[in-house]
């Protein structure tokens, strides 16, 4: 599920890219579902599996889709545009896995594997988009973000780029990103399953 979702983000990346004027993604292969283009083997396959078996707090990434702004028309617009697209993509495999689960099955059945798997996707998918929208470089939050602010603002927050995981790892490890992200998360999801019923 983790794997398909970050195909399905990443070539909505790529997608989004191509849309906007960048051919860069479409031209190497990243305009794919094929997880096999996106797959980072650490970031996707490894960091999770620790994660799972584990219980640290570990974060999974796939391979960037790049971008080349030359390419846009509008390059600050159209780069926060192109990020926005990934979170986008899994609120809208949210939307779809939530439909399914209120179409398909009953409550009763959330013992099932179905049931299981299809609220699974729910709660991952929108982990994921809320996950990526926090404002820090190089998290797609912190690209949307310097697309919106001034260009002072803007340069300000992509020179904490290099720093950008240690500033997420901080947060994660203090318990401030799930005490923040939590209620949002849970928010999120509640909204999709109970406006569809």
Request: proline content about 8%; charged content about 10%; aromatic content about 8%.
């Amino acid at each position: 599920m983790l794997i398909l979702s970050l195909s399905f983000h990443e070539a909505a990346h790529a997608w989004a890219a191509n849309r906007l004027g960048d051919p860069t993604a479409r031209q190497l292969g990243r305009l794919t579902l094929n997880p096999l283009a996106h797959i980072d083997w650490i970031g996707t396959v490894v960091f999770p599996l620790i994660a799972f078996l584990s219980g640290v707090p570990l974060i999974g990434w796939a391979k960037p889709v790049p971008v080349d702004a030359r390419n846009l028309q509008h390059p600050r617009r159209d780069f926060a545009l192109v990020a926005l697209a990934g979170p986008v993509s899994n609120l809208i495999l949210a939307a779809v896995a939530s439909i399914a689960f209120i179409t398909l099955l009953s409550p009763d059945t959330l013992v099932t594997v179905a049931g299981h798997t299809l609220y699974l996707a729910v709660a991952l998918n929108v982990m994921l988009a809320v996950f990526n929208l926090i404002p820090v470089p190089p998290l797609d939050g912190g690209n949307v973000l310097m697309g919106v602010v001034p260009i002072g603002a803007a340069r300000a927050i992509s020179a904490i780029r290099p720093y950008g995981f240690v500033i997420i790892y901080g947060l994660m490890l203090s318990g401030l990103i799930s005490r923040l992200l939590d209620p949002v998360n849970r928010f999120v999801g509640n909204f999709l399953l109970s406006f569809l019923l």
